[in-house]
């Protein structure tokens, strides 16, 4: 088409000129040449104005092509990338079949594209393979391998050491210590003030038949004087066990009770023995369970009856650098008659005893045998006020309440101004 219009408008021109020199010089005017002039000007500007049109078309052309291209690139691209995720090589195989003039305009925008731009092809190409294997190959295996190990290792293994162990094991462990010690400090006895610190001794009789009974009083943090006896499974350690508490140690001697069958226990003093038979027996009874600070009698009314065994008895205790103190088993005691005679001094019960059983009328009275002994210790507290001191004898086997009670008054004893001693410290000695 632009090569015959070359040629229509080289004919023209052409014959203009062939009629242009038709005309001869001289009549040629002035008004001739300039027309001549103008329609050379006029067929310039339409030949540069043709030119111009052209390449604007040209322009045109490439740029339809280009945006054919890249529509038809856009449309291929996802198609790409789907088959490249259902196809496990990566290679695939596409044909674009169209019907009618559109195909052959887009198959020859195709093939003019392919010709001039060849680089932008293969960069398009390239990236969707390379997009599709970059977001296969690490999303899913990173993430699989830093969340699900994470988080299941963290929280199981923290949560379950750290908060049971710290409550229960302290909180119960501290009150049970400190206030069943501290309440027993808050009760009132109601004991009177003490007299010109009136002295308290507490002596416990037979020793040596329990240990674990013993250990509650000897366990106490207070003055106390402890009687065992001998020949018994545990008299030795009980004797022991006494010394190394720190509490004062008495042997219990056994004695014949007027009550002939009443039975002492083993390694008694009786009415038919001999002289010499009681020091051989008292001597026996000094080695098992001492050294000794002193020995009363266990049971013994008919011997602290007999003047006579008395003497030997007492004589034997000077020798030998002990004290003997009356139980008061026998009203009719003939302790203090022998010691005035002989020049010895001595001590003996002057308190009530503390554990005696509960009679008939006490239990319809609701008593107990604690209920029993607060009531006996303030009787005695009271003859501790007028004779400036009192001895009460209670007894090992009552350690399930007695020991309870010793620890709960003294210290009410110690705020009243009373002094807890024992025997060989008190003032009692006759």
Not at 53 to 66: E, G, Q, V
Not at 97 to 117: R, S, T
Not at 219 to 232: D, E, G, N, R
Not at 344 to 349: A, C, M, Q
């Amino acid at each position: 088409m632009e090569t015959k219009k070359r040629s229509t408008k080289k004919t023209g021109s052409t014959k203009t000129r062939k009629t242009a020199s038709k005309t001869p010089k001289t009549k040629r005017t002035t008004s001739s040449s300039r027309t001549a002039s103008k329609s050379r000007t006029g067929t310039r500007k339409r030949r540069a104005s043709s030119k111009n049109n052209t390449k604007l078309l040209i322009f045109l052309l490439i740029a339809l092509i280009c945006c054919i291209t890249f529509i038809v690139i856009n449309s291929l691209i996802p198609w790409v990338k789907s088959n490249n995720q259902n196809d496990e090589t990566g290679s695939f195989d596409s044909q674009i079949v169209l019907d009618g003039p559109e195909a052959e305009l887009l198959n020859e925008a195709i093939m003019n594209a392919a010709q001039q731009k060849p680089k932008p092809k293969d960069k398009t190409a390239s990236k969707p393979e390379a997009k599709p294997s970059e977001k296969t190959e690490t999303k899913p295996s990173e993430k699989p391998d830093s969340k699900p190990v994470d988080k299941p290792d963290a929280k199981p293994v923290d949560k379950p050491e750290t908060k049971p162990a710290e409550k229960p094991d302290t909180k119960p462990a501290e009150k049970p210590e400190t206030k069943p010690v501290e309440k027993p400090t808050q009760v009132s006895f109601n004991f009177p003030q003490a007299v010109n610190k009136a002295q308290i001794v507490f002596l416990l009789d037979d020793g040596g038949q329990n240990l674990s009974q013993l250990e509650k009083f000897t366990s106490l943090q207070m003055p106390l004087t402890i009687a065992v006896l001998p020949k018994l499974a545990h008299s030795k350690d009980a004797a022991q066990k006494v010394r190394a508490s720190g509490k004062e140690l008495l042997l219990h001697q056994p004695m014949q009770s007027v009550n002939s069958s009443v039975n002492p226990g083993p390694g008694a003093i009786k009415p038919q023995m001999s002289d010499a038979e009681i020091r051989a027996l008292l001597a026996e009874n000094f080695d098992e369970v001492g050294p000794i600070a002193g020995f009363n009698n266990h049971e013994g009314s008919a011997i602290t009856a007999d003047a006579h065994k008395m003497e030997v008895i007492m004589k034997y205790a000077s020798d030998n650098g002990v004290f003997f103190l009356d139980s008061r088993t026998n009203k009719d005691t003939q302790v203090p008659y022998v010691c005035q005679a002989l020049g010895y001094s001595y001590y003996e019960r002057n308190g009530l005893f503390l554990d005696n059983k509960l009679t008939q009328a006490e239990k319809d009275q609701g008593l107990t045998m604690r209920t029993k002994a607060l009531d006996l210790i303030r009787k005695n507290i009271d003859k501790a006020n007028k004779e400036g001191v009192v001895i009460m004898i209670g007894h090992v086997w009552s350690a399930d309440w007695l020991a309870q009670v010793l620890k709960d008054i003294y210290p009410e004893l110690k705020a009243k101004g009373y002094t807890v001693t024992t025997v060989s410290k008190c003032k009692g000695k006759k």
